[in-house]
C-alpha cells in the first residue's frame, strides 16, 4: 500500500519530514515519545480534563492536543497496524496524518458521552479518517484530484 499524499499533495520523505517537524515544533512534542518501535499500545485511560480543556482558549487547546498526541500516538498507529492492516510506515504516516488533521477540526469536541465511550469514538474517528484517506487515493491514481 501507497503511503498517503504528504502537505499540499507532495508524497514522499521530504514532504512528510516537514510534517512532522512542524507538528514536534508546534507542539512541543519529543521525538521519543512518538515512537512506534516499543510497546506502549494499549488506548490509555480517558483524562476528561484533557478533553475539556480541548475547547477552552487557545494555550489550553494547545496544551491539551499536546497531551492528547503524546498519550494516543502509539495505540493508534498500532491500532492501523492490528485493526485495520496497515503496514509500519503507511501507520505512521496515516497517524502523523490523522494527528495534523485533528489538530484542524473540532472532531474531538463533538464527543458525547452518553453516546458511548470516548475510544469507541476515537476508533471510529480513526477508521472514517483512513477510509477517506484511502478514497482520496484511489482517485488520485484514477487520474482524479
Known amino acids: 500500500m501507497k503511503s498517503p499524499q504528504g502537505v499540499h499533495g507532495k508524497t514522499g520523505s521530504a ?8 507538528i514536534r515544533r508546534c507542539y512541543h512534542v519529543p521525538v521519543a515519545a512518538l515512537s512506534t518501535t516499543h510497546g506502549g499500545g494499549a488506548f490509555p485511560e480517558t483524562h476528561w480534563s484533557v478533553l475539556c480543556d480541548l475547547g477552552g482558549n487557545a494555550a489550553e487547546r494547545k496544551r491539551s ?4 498526541a503524546l498519550r494516543y500516538w502509539k ?6 497496524r492490528q485493526a485495520l492492516r496497515v503496514d509500519r510506515e503507511a501507520s505512521k504516516d496515516l497517524t ?3 494527528f495534523s488533521w485533528l489538530v484542524g477540526t473540532p472532531v474531538l469536541e463533538r464527543y458525547e458521552p452518553d453516546r458511548g465511550s470516548f475510544r469507541s469514538y476515537l476508533k471510529g474517528v480513526l477508521r472514517n479518517y483512513v477510509r477517506n484517506q484511502r478514497t482520496k487515493e484511489r482517485a488520485k491514481k484514477r487520474g482524479g484530484d
Request: proline share 5%; with cysteine.
Open 15 to 22: 514532504s512528510k519530514s516537514l510534517l512532522s517537524k512542524a
Open 65 to 68: 492536543l499536546e497531551t492528547f
Open 75 to 80: 495505540p493508534i498507529c498500532l491500532y492501523l
Open 96 to 98: 502523523q496524518g490523522f
